[in-house]
């Protein structure tokens, strides 16, 4: 089987922050899934290979590999409070490495792109379930304005190369991911990693894990591996412009208490659990509808929380030394 989107032949696949927590995934089942057909060739960028805020470097890349497929997740990224701290920042550099992909991978007459949206990126004052149609409806939660913007401009970008020059590049819209190579930092990471590590040092150190905040947002999140498994399937199925959110059900949303709570059980912590309610909350809830990733893919099963963050922290503990924290 190949590509359906315009392509005969073996697919070439270039993934941009393939040494991410993502990109890590899509190559587990890239690698060990079955995830490769014959003929294939799939190759994962780091920063190392190309600093992709540089337009110059983004080219070189992309001329000495000749892909005739991206999945493109390189972001600059990171957890609430490190969103709030450099806005700027996240705006800058993710418009630039958005656009020096996009257009760079245009100029090469590349097939298809698979961009990487965010359900954080949803309009702050909403209706709930959010499904794809309202991502431009109204302004992004204040902490994450700069990244949000960024983001939402792939979908106008993937709107226009379309209108303009007949491209088929489209997005996916996760909710919240973790899993295994996931940024573990305490200071920087997103929830479950950040609790994760606090967990870990907490049970150690026979101290309280800090939670920051009321634990009461809620948060839909989907396992690393089986995002890896839907956008794979995106790239070789899914042909439309327009993005797709990719998330476990409304009813699997859990609050940031609960959360812990599973940590905690998973890395067998007996101590206390304190929340820091001076910690902004951020947003209370982003409830994301996957009814239409659900009328193309009724059956797909995804990996129940409470055994997907056991295996997390199974394997943050077995690469302590090496896992990012
Ligand atoms: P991650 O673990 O932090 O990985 C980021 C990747 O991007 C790494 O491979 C990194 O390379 C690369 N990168 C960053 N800046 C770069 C630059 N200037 N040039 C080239 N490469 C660069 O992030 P992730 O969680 O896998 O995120 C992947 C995608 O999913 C992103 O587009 C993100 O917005 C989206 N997403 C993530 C979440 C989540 O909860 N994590 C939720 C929704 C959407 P190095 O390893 O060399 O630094
Ligand atoms: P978000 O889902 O885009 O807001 O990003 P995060 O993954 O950073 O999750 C933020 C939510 O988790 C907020 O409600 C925080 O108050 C809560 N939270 C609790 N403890 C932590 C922590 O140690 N780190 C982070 N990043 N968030 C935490």
Redesign the pocket.
């Known amino acids: 089987m190949t590509s359906r989107v315009g392509h005969s032949g073996p697919m070439r696949v270039l993934v ?8 890590k995934a899509i190559e587990h089942v890239v690698q060990k899934e079955g995830g490769k057909l014959e003929g294939e060739e799939w190759i994962f960028l ?3 290979d ?4 540089d337009a110059g470097q983004t080219r070189a890349v992309f001329e000495k590999y000749r892909p005739t497929h991206v999945i493109h ?5 990171g957890g609430l409070y490190l969103h709030m701290r450099e806005n700027l920042q996240f705006l800058r ?1 993710n418009i630039k ?1 958005n656009d020096n992909v996009l257009q760079t991978a245009h100029e090469m007459g590349i097939t298809k792109v698979v961009s ?1 949206l ?1 359900s954080c990126i949803f309009p702050d004052k909403t209706t709930y379930p959010i499904d794809e149609t309202m991502i431009h409806d109204g302004p992004p939660h204040d902490s994450n304005f700069g990244y949000s913007h960024a ?1 939402r401009m792939i979908d106008v970008q993937n709107r226009a190369y379309f209108q303009q020059h007949g491209r088929r590049y489209t997005a996916v819209i ?1 909710t ?2 973790f899993g295994p190579y ?2 573990f930092s305490t200071e920087n990471g ?1 929830v479950l990693s950040a609790l994760i590590n606090k967990t870990y040092k907490a049970k150690k150190e026979g101290s309280p894990v800090n939670v920051c905040g009321s634990g009461a947002p809620r948060r839909q999140f989907i396992y690393s591996l089986d995002l890896g498994r839907l956008i794979i399937w995106v790239l070789r199925e899914y042909e439309e412009v327009d993005p797709i959110i990719l998330s476990v059900g409304e009813e699997d949303e859990v609050s940031i208490k609960e959360a812990v709570d599973t940590i905690a059980v998973a890395l067998d912590f007996k101590g206390k659990i304190h929340f820091d309610t001076t910690l902004s909350d951020g947003q209370m809830r982003k409830t994301a509808s996957n009814g239409k990733l659900r009328s193309y893919l009724p059956d797909f099963t995804f990996t129940p929380l409470k055994e997907a963050i056991k295996m997390t922290c199974d394997w943050f503990v077995a690469n302590y030394d090496t896992a990012r924290t």
């Open positions: 941009t922050g393939g040494s991410g927590l993502v990109g780091s920063m190392k190309a600093d992709l805020v997740l390189a972001a600059k990224v550099d490495i990487c965010s983001k996760p919240n991911v996931d940024n997103h």
